[in-house]
């Protein structure tokens, strides 16, 4: 039976919801959300896999200032991928319709010569008009591309988008085995998923300063599986703010985040987290590579 297999691009504004519409398709957490911006940090596969398509869905980071070996790694990466790409699936928020930013990546697509697909996302909060307002605004970029409104919370009209993507994909073979959600290591995944914690429970710089490392994960003979993890801060005084009065805050996250890698593997688990300061680590190409980001 042939399949048809090839890469999509998810190129949109930060919030807009892309990686909840990678978690979507895929039918699983691969990406962590959360409304902060540039959660995103590493180029993220997801794969959607049926008995006629795969799709290898490459959740991109957003590009931020200031321009740091962090963010010139990110923004070199989004223009590799849009080239290597068979489609992109270029995601806007339906709520704000169309901004410079959203024109900026439009230009991005053509240049890179890759044909697109539009996603209206957010679709479950606009009424008719909106809807139509913002179908509009979406025509107005004046890509050569087929428009979906979706709501990829609720998981609604993903399915005629999937269809169109096939559609793009040629003819092949499967490129991953067809019971692969992501190419995350284990090790990655786990990190993210303690991250989303951290996006979750701290605001202003703390959100952006703050990178995860797995030091040892271990299956227990009892079937325990330990986990061993360290979150680097920039400073004393956000190690501070992420250890919390009395250990609080590194506690909530820990409890908080091994509730999610106890579902996601379905093992038992023991987090031991821990807080380490590592002055100017987003300038560190060593610790880059070591953390997967490329
Ligand atoms: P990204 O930065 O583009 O990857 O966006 P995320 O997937 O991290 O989502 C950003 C925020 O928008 C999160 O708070 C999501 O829960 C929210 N969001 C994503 N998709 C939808 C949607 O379809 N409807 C609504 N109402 N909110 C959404
Ligand atoms: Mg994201």
Do not use: C
């Given at each position: 039976?042939?399949?048809?297999?090839?890469?999509?691009?998810?190129?949109?504004?930060?919030?807009?919801?892309?990686?909840?519409?990678?978690?979507?398709?895929?039918?699983?957490?691969?990406?962590?959300?959360?409304?902060?911006?540039?959660?995103?940090?590493r180029?993220?596969?997801?794969?959607?896999?049926?008995?006629?398509?795969?799709?290898?869905?490459?959740?991109?980071?957003?590009?931020?200032?200031?321009?740091?070996?962090?963010?010139?790694?990110?923004?070199?990466?989004?223009?590799?991928?849009?080239?290597?790409?068979?489609?992109?699936?270029?995601?806007?928020?339906?709520?704000?319709?169309?901004?410079?930013?959203?024109?900026?990546?439009?230009?991005?697509?053509?240049?890179?010569?890759?044909?697109?697909?539009?996603?209206?996302?957010?679709?479950?909060?606009?009424?008719?008009?909106?809807?139509?307002?913002?179908?509009?605004?979406?025509?107005?970029?004046?890509?050569?591309?087929?428009?979906?409104?979706?709501?990829?919370?609720?998981?609604?009209?993903?399915?005629?988008?999937?269809?169109?993507?096939?559609?793009?994909?040629?003819?092949?073979?499967?490129?991953?085995?067809?019971?692969?959600?992501?190419?995350?290591s284990?090790?990655v995944?786990?990190?993210?998923?303690?991250?989303?914690?951290?996006?979750?429970?701290?605001?202003?710089?703390?959100?952006?300063?703050?990178?995860?490392?797995?030091?040892?994960?271990?299956?227990?003979?009892?079937?325990?599986?330990?986990?061993?993890?360290?979150?680097?801060?920039?400073?004393?005084?956000?190690?501070?703010?992420?250890?919390?009065?009395?250990?609080?805050?590194?506690?909530?996250?820990?409890?908080?985040?091994?509730?999610?890698?106890?579902?996601?593997?379905?093992?038992?688990?023991?987090?031991?987290?821990?807080?380490?300061?590592?002055?100017?680590?987003?300038?560190?190409?060593?610790?880059?590579?070591r953390l997967g980001i490329d």
């Amino acid at each position: 039976m042939s399949v048809r297999s090839g890469f999509v691009a998810l190129a949109g504004r930060p919030n807009v919801g892309k990686s909840t519409l990678l978690n979507a398709i895929v039918g699983e957490k691969v990406a962590i959300v959360s409304n902060r911006p540039q959660t995103t940090r590493r180029a993220i596969r997801g794969i959607a896999t049926a008995d006629d398509y795969q799709l290898v869905i490459v959740d991109l980071p957003g590009v931020q200032r200031p321009r740091d070996p962090l963010t010139e790694r990110m923004q070199r990466r989004m223009e590799r991928e849009l080239t290597e790409s068979d489609v992109a699936l270029f995601v806007l928020n339906g709520q704000q319709g169309v901004g410079p930013g959203d024109r900026f990546i439009a230009a991005a697509i053509r240049n890179a010569g890759v044909p697109a697909v539009i996603a209206l996302n957010k679709a479950d909060v606009l009424n008719r008009a909106q809807t139509a307002a913002a179908l509009e605004a979406a025509a107005s970029l004046d890509l050569d591309a087929e428009i979906f409104p979706v709501s990829a919370l609720r998981g609604a009209g993903v399915g005629p988008l999937v269809a169109e993507l096939v559609k793009h994909m040629p003819e092949g073979e499967y490129l991953y085995p067809p019971e692969e959600r992501t190419d995350l290591s284990e090790q990655v995944q786990l990190a993210e998923l303690i991250r989303e914690q951290v996006l979750m429970r701290t605001r202003e710089e703390i959100p952006h300063a703050v990178e995860v490392e797995i030091d040892e994960i271990e299956e227990r003979e009892d079937g325990l599986l330990l986990v061993v993890a360290r979150m680097w801060a920039e400073t004393e005084s956000q190690k501070g703010i992420l250890i919390g009065a009395r250990g609080r805050m590194v506690r909530d996250i820990g409890s908080a985040a091994r509730r999610e890698i106890e579902q996601l593997t379905g093992r038992r688990v023991h987090l031991d987290l821990s807080v380490r300061v590592r002055k100017g680590w987003r300038a560190d190409e060593g610790l880059l590579d070591r953390l997967g980001i490329d």
